[in-house]
């Protein structure tokens, strides 16, 4: 714990720093409350509705884990058949790639004609977010395994099913959990992107409001959370990603 909270000190201060000058510069500058209100305004706002937030909060939580479960079996299925498919190669991958230079803001409002205002509508844009970068870095790992590995595996007798277990899969891991916790990051902005287009709740639908009634302490509390919930879900994938790679830190460790 100590080694933890020496290792994190840096950030932590930093972080502190920040803090203060955001709460010393707007009494200074007095600066508008709903321009950039204090941060201790801030602070006593998150908790007289702390319970309103906590329910916004889950809500987007689950339309973020719910868009990015999806998107890891359909972006690792496509990277896999990518990955096994020449016909593939050539047609979807180019076609994965060439949809990223379509804005992604341009196509939720079409996600919203499709699914509604309902909560299909939300997974679906934090799909639009989250698809890309599991999918191609998965595709890319599994480019990336060294042939010469594959050709001793073959040379003895391995099956294709072996292959991708003992070969693709662990040599693409690294690669895949990259891609994870980038789109882990942003599935957040996705979920809150499709609510400001059409919802009911969530801590996006929440920011908007206070928006448009010029609360600048709810608008930050709202922006805050979803920035904690966004670092939260990308540690969440570092420590899985910490324990299914751990073999290679131990194989590191033994050479």
Same mark, same amino acid.
Not at 8 to 18: G, K, R, T
Not at 187 to 214: D, F, I, P
């Given at each position: ?126 799909? =639009? ?96 959370? =979803? ?29």
């Amino acid at each position: 714990m100590k080694r933890l909270f020496k290792k994190h000190m840096p950030a932590q201060l930093f972080i502190l720093l920040l803090a203060v000058l955001w709460e010393v510069g707007t009494r200074i500058f007095q600066i508008p409350h709903y321009i950039i209100p204090r941060l201790s305004d801030v602070l006593i706002s998150m908790a007289d509705n702390s319970g309103l937030l906590a329910r916004h909060f889950v809500i987007t939580l689950g339309e973020a884990l719910l868009g990015l479960a999806i998107s890891i079996v359909l972006g690792t299925l496509s990277a896999i058949w990518i990955d096994s498919s020449s016909l593939a190669r050539k047609t979807l991958y180019p076609l994965v790639v060439a949809s990223q230079t379509i804005p992604i803001i341009a196509l939720s409002p079409i996600m919203v004609m499709w699914f509604g205002y309902e909560i299909g509508s939300k997974i679906a844009v934090v799909m =639009l977010f989250t698809f890309f970068p599991i999918a191609m870095n998965t595709a890319d790992g599994f480019r990336s395994a060294d042939p010469d590995i594959g050709e001793l595996l073959r040379t003895m007798g391995a099956s294709k099913r072996e292959l991708f277990l003992k070969w693709k899969i662990p040599s693409a891991l690294p690669e895949f959990f990259t891609g994870l916790k980038m789109a882990a990051a942003i599935s957040v902005g996705g979920a809150t992107l499709g609510e400001w287009l059409g919802g009911e709740a969530g801590l996006g639908m929440y920011t908007k409001r206070a928006a448009n009634m010029l609360r600048g302490e709810s608008v930050f509390s709202g922006v805050l959370l =979803l920035s904690a919930m966004g670092i939260l879900l990308f540690l969440a994938v570092l420590a899985v990603e910490r324990i299914c790679l751990s073999y290679r830190r131990e194989s590191k460790v033994g050479q």
